[in-house]
């Protein structure tokens, strides 16, 4: 889980993108491998950079575009 | 403009109006505009899916920032949730959107235009402009034919239904991992 942030805390950068299992490396892998992900599952892979990155991995269940509608309360 | 797309190989480039089918949030009653969502709502899985596996700073579908920003804009509303907004964050890092000086001051439909061009004359990527509105052939021949009136449009202009043959042509398995992943979505639904 990331760590949370105290307060006064600047977030400095974050990214999100789509990533299969089977292309991550390193701490996102093991992120991934803790939540019992096979490769072919494709995650949701959010980055924050503190000081070291922090890497969240959220797994899309069904279809990318659905989950994303979904999870956006389009739908 | 992206910089290791491996050679020979298609790419999409995305007008307005795909985005608009792909990401309409309900079924559409009508059956030849159903036919359209089903097929744009494939094709935008597969984008998502074929991007998630390549590495960094390869693409396998491009828009112009004009056309992007366009999308998002209607898509986000005026009070936009945070997951909203990740939403479309998450759609950008998912293609190439293409700005820059040389696009900013075209329309959308030229600035995809140009970068089909660019894609085309530039390597060996075979792109296809993907668009559901029937005039965009007219229109990317009076584009040509603003400066060379013999001049032929270079790559073909497809809408979801025939770019989603194509893509099962190419990407079989790919294909049918969009196909479960579909239906376990219905199934769920």
């Known amino acids: 889980m990331p760590r949370k942030r105290e307060k006064g805390e600047r977030e400095m950068s974050a990214d999100i993108r789509i990533r299969a299992v089977k292309v991550l490396h390193g701490r996102a892998k093991e992120e991934a491998m803790k939540q019992g992900l096979k490769s072919d599952d494709i995650v949701i892979v959010k980055t924050t950079v503190n000081s070291l990155p922090e890497y969240s991995v959220e797994k899309i269940e069904g279809d990318p575009v659905s989950y994303l509608l979904k999870r956006a309360g389009k739908t | 403009m992206a910089s290791s797309v491996q050679s020979s190989e298609i790419v999409l480039v995305l007008c307005h109006s795909f985005f608009h089918d792909a990401f309409r949030p309900h079924k559409p009653l009508d059956s030849n505009v159903f036919k359209t969502w089903t097929s744009s709502r494939f094709v935008a899985n597969l984008i998502i899916e074929k991007q998630a596996r390549l590495s960094e700073g390869s693409f396998f579908a491009f828009t112009s920032k004009q056309v992007f920003d366009s999308f998002a804009s209607k898509f986000e509303g005026d009070k936009p949730s945070a997951k909203l907004i990740e939403t479309v964050q998450i759609l950008h890092n998912s293609m190439y959107v ?51 009136a013999n001049a ?16 099962r042509d190419k990407f079989p398995e790919l294909c049918n991992l969009v196909d479960r992943r579909l239906k376990k979505s219905l199934i769920k639904a």
């Open chain 2, 98 to 148: 293409v700005g820059g000086n040389a696009l900013k001051n075209l329309s959308d439909d030229d600035s995809v235009f140009v970068i089909c061009d660019i894609l085309y004359s530039r390597s060996n990527y075979k792109p296809i402009l993907v668009s559901d509105i029937p005039k965009k052939v007219e229109k990317a021949e009076a584009f040509y034919h603003k400066q060379d």
């Open chain 2, 152 to 167: 032929k449009i270079p790559y073909p202009i497809c809408n979801a239904i025939e770019v989603e043959l194509i893509l």
